[in-house]
């Protein structure tokens, strides 16, 4: 299993701001992968983040709106720019571990207003 | 991506009663898992089960691969399992990206 610590754990933003994510993995990873759920809505995969590359951007998402870093195997943030009401969801970070099952930090809910 | 769909989108269970959701899936899975979303927003782990059937005290699952479909069983439902379940997996073809369903929504009535 993998024990992920995120934070924050929820906020609430000004439009037009930016709200950094953080998440600590308890192994190493090769991959993580960060999430939204918008409300009543179910999980979208924004983009995965692999160690030392570029991260990539699902369609309908981009970097300058959603800048990631992977500086090393257990860390990764996720980044919410220029934030907009839209913007309000569930924020989750999420790991694979060797037998390919999935685990998921405890979330970020944003409110924007 | 594979297509994942779930049903029934929403259920009221009484206290006690037992129920069963289900994952149909558009193509072959290589991972398949249960999550149970708490009302804080935290998707907990219930069941990884690419195949066959496993249980978990009151909740049961069983995944015939060959047919693209998984059940989750809830038996003796309580007021603490209301919340969203969604079942999840990624394809044969897929890069480790996982397709989640719409998910279903218990309220369990005490």
């Known amino acids: 299993s993998a024990v992920i610590s995120q934070k924050p754990s929820r906020d609430i933003c000004q439009r037009g701001t930016s709200l950094t994510i953080q998440c600590q993995v308890d192994s190493q990873v090769t991959m993580m992968f960060w999430y939204r759920q918008q409300p009543g809505q179910s999980l979208t995969l924004i983009a995965t983040?692999?160690?030392?590359?570029?991260?990539?951007?699902e369609s309908g998402f981009v970097i300058d709106k959603f800048p990631i870093s992977r500086p090393n195997l257990t860390f990764s943030t996720l980044t919410v720019s220029n934030m907009s009401p839209e913007d309000s969801s569930i924020y989750l970070c999420s790991v694979e571990t060797a037998n390919t099952e999935a685990f998921f930090g405890q979330g970020t809910r944003l409110t924007v207003v | 991506g594979i297509q994942v769909e779930q049903s029934p989108p929403d259920l009221i269970l009484q206290e006690g009663a037992n129920s069963t959701l289900r994952c149909n899936f558009s193509d072959s899975v290589n991972n398949l898992q249960w999550f149970h979303q708490n009302p804080w927003g935290q998707l907990i782990n219930l069941f990884y089960?690419?195949?066959g059937t496993k249980q978990n005290g009151r909740l049961s699952a069983t995944t015939v691969a060959t047919e693209r479909y998984s059940l989750l069983y809830i038996s003796s439902s309580q007021t603490t399992d209301s919340g969203v379940y969604f079942c999840a997996g990624w394809g044969a073809k897929n890069d480790y990206k996982l397709s989640f369903g719409a998910g279903t929504t218990v309220t369990v009535r005490a």
């Open positions: 983040a692999n160690q030392g590359s570029e991260a990539t951007y």
């Open positions: 089960i690419p195949s």
